[in-house]
């Protein structure tokens, strides 16, 4: 490594038995994971929990009030951030990952029209097409039933 000229950090470098106990690795959590039927135990990977707040975190800011873009603009950069990050993380356990990045994207979405037409209530009747219609916002479940070459 030092031929290289890199250093190894002490502070994130360990060993681990990754069949007792999990760990983070390049976005991923990586180690024992369990079956929702039956409770058999396998070695798996899904997207880290940081991962997750990081692509939550920047669908908020993109969807911020400042954002004064048109909306189908709007909507296709926000559907080209979610395809990348599905893209990356298409490995692994997928579906709690996808369910909440979808849920934080849903009330994102609403509040963000619903600002932006100053409409009453939550604004789920008036603007589910959004999500719904033909060039609605990327639904991440939907993207992890279709194969690969439709993703990207």
């Known amino acids: 490594m030092t031929k290289l000229g890199l250093e190894l950090n002490e502070a994130k470098t360990s060993l681990k038995d990754a069949r007792h106990e999990s760990f983070d690795f390049l976005g991923y959590t ?88 100053n409409a009453p209530g939550r604004g789920v009747r008036r603007f589910s097409h959004e999500f719904y219609g033909k060039p609605g916002v990327l639904v991440l479940n939907r993207v992890r039933r279709m194969s690969p070459t439709c993703v990207l």
């Not at 356990?93 to 369910?99: E, F, G, N, R």
């Open 30 to 117: 990586l180690g024992p994971r369990r079956f929702p039927n039956g409770g058999r135990w396998y070695l798996g990977a899904a997207p880290s929990k940081k991962s997750v707040l990081r692509i939550k975190r920047k669908v908020s800011d993109f969807l911020r009030p400042g954002n004064k873009g048109a909306w189908p603009e709007v909507q296709a950069s926000l559907n080209r951030l979610l395809r990348g990050w599905a893209a990356y993380f298409s490995y692994g356990s997928l579906a709690a990952a996808h369910q909440a990045v979808d849920r934080h994207v849903f009330d994102r979405v609403l509040a963000f029209l619903r600002r932006r037409h």
